[in-house]
Nanobody
């Protein structure tokens, strides 16, 4: 099992920047996949970005060009740098890790979530 600890959420003005961090601990394979999801009130939880162990990335169309996901494998930490934030980015952001990098939810772990609020 994997434990995820998130940090970096907060309140920012539209056009501002924020960097989220997620530190993972536990049994994590070298092939692991990590990423970020977000959920606004009344909406489903949607993928924001994900990154594989070798650095391949995938972004949601709504944030592509404004966010960058990265990871430090030695520290088992994933980051989400968000720039030019918009009010519609307001949501609870949750870190996830699939410890084996497989399409099997048994190996999924989730962080507690951190609130990001963007004011206009």
């Amino acid at each position: 099992q994997v434990q995820l600890v998130e940090s970096g959420g907060g309140l920012v003005q539209a056009g501002g920047s924020l960097r989220l961090s997620c530190a993972a601990s536990g049994t994590i394979f070298s092939t692991s996949v990590m990423g970020w999801y977000r959920q606004a009130p009344g909406n489903q939880r949607d993928l924001v970005a994900r990154i594989t162990s070798d650095g391949s990335t995938n972004y949601a169309d709504s944030v592509k060009g404004r966010v960058t996901i990265s990871r430090d494998n030695a520290k088992n930490t994933v980051y989400l740098q968000m720039n030019n934030l918009k009010p519609e980015d307001t949501a609870v952001y949750s870190c996830y890790c699939n410890s084996r990098g497989l399409s099997d939810p048994r190996y999924d772990s989730w962080g507690q979530g951190t609130q990001v609020t963007v004011s206009s």
